[in-house]
């Protein structure tokens, strides 16, 4: 239900807008938070960043970026939302430098998909690549340091995740499992990015398709906690078959109310397979309401 509502609401506003502006539309509603001057006080992402840099940091985030140029497009932000978009960018691009993974912040920020246009030193920086890193080097350690082969992503949003992976291990592949219109949108950014014979794309429907033991690292950032307690748990199974002898890396929501469907979904309560051991299992950095854990599947 839930993702069904949001799903017809991303479809409209794809035929509306095309595939350009992904990155401005709909990947506001995936992982990338449209930080507002008016909520600073209210989000935990804010309050942490401004606790975990330095003031001058603030002041060198604060300095101007052109908020008027042809990159901004159509995307219907007063100049102060922009320019606090930048500060906060700027603020967690100096946080994901000191403690996310240097190879995917050192990645190019793809102008595919219309990027919300914020500069530093010279270069285009993005909320997703700093995320990404600093979720990179959670996965590094539950990897201990073995570069995957082959990963899976369940509810990949627009690619972000896959963009940076893909990046930084040049011989892996992935898959993607998600449901219309994501799984659109993230093979169109994709295949525009990367060979093809590097990807596939399934529907929940077609995951028998991925052999047993055939998986190095299996990702869900932000997806399970809006699925129904049964697909959650299909989810896990899915990763105990096909990610044996390899790691998982989930980063969820500590707990989630889903209105639509009546469900409230906490992590603690996740049917996590018994044999599965723990790497780690701990609050996120930035979005705080989040835990992160990774767990070493045995063969
Ligand atoms: C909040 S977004 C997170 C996107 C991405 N993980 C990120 O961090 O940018 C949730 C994702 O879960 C996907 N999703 C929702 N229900 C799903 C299901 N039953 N099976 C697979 N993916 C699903 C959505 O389509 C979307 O891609």
Request: glycine share 6%; with cysteine.
């Amino acid at each position: 239900m839930f993702w069904q509502g949001l799903s017809e609401e991303h479809s409209r506003q794809l035929s509306e807008h095309g595939f350009e502006s992904i990155k401005r539309r709909q990947a506001l509603r995936y992982f990338t938070w449209r930080w507002k001057w008016s909520a600073t006080f209210r989000s935990e992402q804010l309050r942490y960043l401004l606790s975990h840099r330095h003031p001058g940091e603030w002041v060198h985030a604060w300095r101007s970026n052109d908020l008027s140029g042809d990159e901004w497009g159509d995307l219907e932000w007063s100049k102060l939302e922009r320019h606090f978009y930048c500060f906060a960018v700027r603020l967690l691009w100096a946080y994901a430098e000191d403690h996310g993974d240097r190879e995917v912040l050192d990645l190019p920020e793809p102008l595919t998909g219309g990027p919300i246009p914020v500069h530093e030193a010279g270069r285009l920086i993005s909320q997703d690549l700093a995320n990404s890193s600093i979720e990179v080097e959670a996965m590094r350690r539950a990897l201990d340091g073995q570069p995957p082969r082959s990963i899976l992503e369940v509810g990949a949003g627009y690619g972000r995740t896959a963009y940076s992976l893909l990046g930084i291990f040049p011989d892996a592949t992935y898959t993607i499992i998600d449901i219309e219109p994501a799984i659109s949108i993230s093979r169109w950014y994709l295949t525009q990015l990367f060979d093809e014979d590097r990807l596939r794309f399934l529907a929940p429907t077609e995951v028998d398709q991925i052999d047993d033991h055939s998986v190095d690292l299996a990702v869900s950032i932000s997806s399970l906690q809006e699925m129904t307690a049964d697909q959650v748990a299909k989810y896990l199974q899915l990763f105990d078959r096909v990610a044996c002898g390899g790691a998982v890396f989930l980063k969820q929501w500590k707990s989630w109310r889903n209105d639509q469907d009546d469900v409230t979904m906490r992590f603690e309560e996740y049917p996590i397979p018994r044999r599965w051991l723990p790497r780690f299992v701990e609050r996120a950095p930035v979005q705080t309401r989040f835990v992160q854990a990774a767990y070493v599947v045995p063969s």
